[in-house]
């Protein structure tokens, strides 16, 4: 490191909105020193998720240098203020940062120590996905062991960890998906998760599973779809039922029948972990969360998504196969930095 002004590192940048394939590009800068209170981290693993892919094309409304949610870095050197850090820990940060670069300089406050012992893949991916499943079952309805949760997205990676989370506390989860030639099999799948019951998007307009009284009907409804799907779901939804949007795969606007909202008192909600990680008032709720979602993946009651480790310079590999393309639990494609670090 004495003569660390020298080296370089590499990040994947774009300059406008378009085709990850046609618009992102590797490019070197000069490794960063820390300042007093930073922290300079060399990443391990950053995953390529779908917002990440969504931001590049435009289609969210944000644009970044560097994409990249998520990732978990270990420490590489500490700036002369930073007191709650060493040199070797690892560290996920909790805020858009631009992940997808080999080194990188933060803010001690935006960063969390994770366990070392806690896998590459589960610490790569634990800063979006699972924290917005848990707050979503948290933040908006009381739900108990017994109750019913109802969502759309269901073999997303949100919608995996939903199931599995409300199966760790006793929480029903009647899932919605897609039609597909191999539908029956991804029910098998998502049955083995611990999801009650399963229903395409035809079948949960038709389905007695309330009426019969086996199941209460929802307080909550998780979506990621939008459009008439959604609208499914709010149909479904008991009085004084909450439907959560964290993510709107059609591209088309949520359709909500008047009488939902006068008569059946339905509220809409939305969420944006960043925005929550932001909220002074979460910390402490933030650092029991985090204790509780490191817990579960510990002990095997949070599985990491299915995963394929891609070598960094290797980065095109993991742009074109981040969408699924049958329409299962599509796998997440994680950047693997290890042959980079060896070249420092």
């Given at each position: 490191m004495s003569n660390g002004s020298a080296l370089t590192a590499s990040r994947l940048v774009y300059s406008e909105p378009g085709d990850p394939i046609n618009v992102i590009r590797k490019e070197t800068f000069p490794l960063p020193e820390p300042g007093d209170q930073e922290v300079l981290l060399e990443m391990l693993a950053a995953p390529v998720n779908p917002v990440d892919v969504n931001i590049v094309q435009g289609k969210y409304p944000m644009q970044v240098e560097c994409p990249g949610y998520e990732g978990v870095a270990r420490v590489m050197k500490l700036g002369p203020g930073v007191r709650s850090l060493k040199v070797g820990d690892h560290v996920i940060a909790l805020r858009y940062v631009g992940t997808w670069r080999t080194h990188l300089a933060l803010p001690e406050q935006v960063l969390l120590q994770v366990p070392k012992e806690l896998g590459i893949a589960e610490a790569a991916t634990l800063t979006c996905n699972p924290p917005t499943v848990y707050r979503m079952l948290k933040d908006y309805v009381e739900v108990k062991p017994g109750d019913t949760?109802?969502?759309?997205?269901?073999?997303?990676?949100?919608?995996?960890?939903?199931?599995?989370?409300?199966?760790q506390w006793g929480i029903n989860t009647v899932n919605v998906i897609r039609d597909r030639p191999n539908v029956e099999e991804l029910k098998t799948f998502l049955k083995n998760l611990g999801a009650t019951y399963v229903f395409t998007e035809e079948e949960i307009k038709t389905t007695d599973v309330f009426k019969t009284g086996r199941l209460e009907k929802p307080m909550?409804?998780?979506?990621?779809?939008?459009?008439?799907?959604?609208?499914?779901?709010?149909?479904?939804?008991?009085?004084?039922?909450?439907?959560?949007?964290?993510g709107g795969m059609s591209m088309e606007p949520i359709y909500v029948p008047t009488s939902a909202l006068i008569f059946r008192d339905i509220r809409l909600e939305g969420i944006n972990i960043n925005n929550w990680f932001d909220q002074e008032k979460n910390f402490a709720d933030r650092a029991k969360m985090f204790k509780d979602l490191i817990s579960m993946l510990k002990n095997g009651q949070l599985k990491a998504p299915p995963h394929v480790m891609v070598n960094f310079e290797r980065y095109e590999e993991a742009l074109k196969n981040t969408l699924s393309k049958d329409g299962m639990v599509g796998k997440k494609y994680i950047l693997d930095f290890s042959v980079v670090r060896s070249k420092f």
């Amino acid at each position: 490191m004495s003569n660390g002004s020298a080296l370089t590192a590499s990040r994947l940048v774009y300059s406008e909105p378009g085709d990850p394939i046609n618009v992102i590009r590797k490019e070197t800068f000069p490794l960063p020193e820390p300042g007093d209170q930073e922290v300079l981290l060399e990443m391990l693993a950053a995953p390529v998720n779908p917002v990440d892919v969504n931001i590049v094309q435009g289609k969210y409304p944000m644009q970044v240098e560097c994409p990249g949610y998520e990732g978990v870095a270990r420490v590489m050197k500490l700036g002369p203020g930073v007191r709650s850090l060493k040199v070797g820990d690892h560290v996920i940060a909790l805020r858009y940062v631009g992940t997808w670069r080999t080194h990188l300089a933060l803010p001690e406050q935006v960063l969390l120590q994770v366990p070392k012992e806690l896998g590459i893949a589960e610490a790569a991916t634990l800063t979006c996905n699972p924290p917005t499943v848990y707050r979503m079952l948290k933040d908006y309805v009381e739900v108990k062991p017994g109750d019913t949760v109802i969502q759309n997205g269901a073999n997303s990676a949100c919608g995996v960890l939903a199931i599995q989370m409300c199966r760790q506390w006793g929480i029903n989860t009647v899932n919605v998906i897609r039609d597909r030639p191999n539908v029956e099999e991804l029910k098998t799948f998502l049955k083995n998760l611990g999801a009650t019951y399963v229903f395409t998007e035809e079948e949960i307009k038709t389905t007695d599973v309330f009426k019969t009284g086996r199941l209460e009907k929802p307080m909550l409804g998780l979506n990621c779809v939008g459009g008439k799907n959604a609208a499914q779901l709010i149909r479904h939804l008991d009085f004084g039922g909450v439907l959560v949007t964290y993510g709107g795969m059609s591209m088309e606007p949520i359709y909500v029948p008047t009488s939902a909202l006068i008569f059946r008192d339905i509220r809409l909600e939305g969420i944006n972990i960043n925005n929550w990680f932001d909220q002074e008032k979460n910390f402490a709720d933030r650092a029991k969360m985090f204790k509780d979602l490191i817990s579960m993946l510990k002990n095997g009651q949070l599985k990491a998504p299915p995963h394929v480790m891609v070598n960094f310079e290797r980065y095109e590999e993991a742009l074109k196969n981040t969408l699924s393309k049958d329409g299962m639990v599509g796998k997440k494609y994680i950047l693997d930095f290890s042959v980079v670090r060896s070249k420092f």
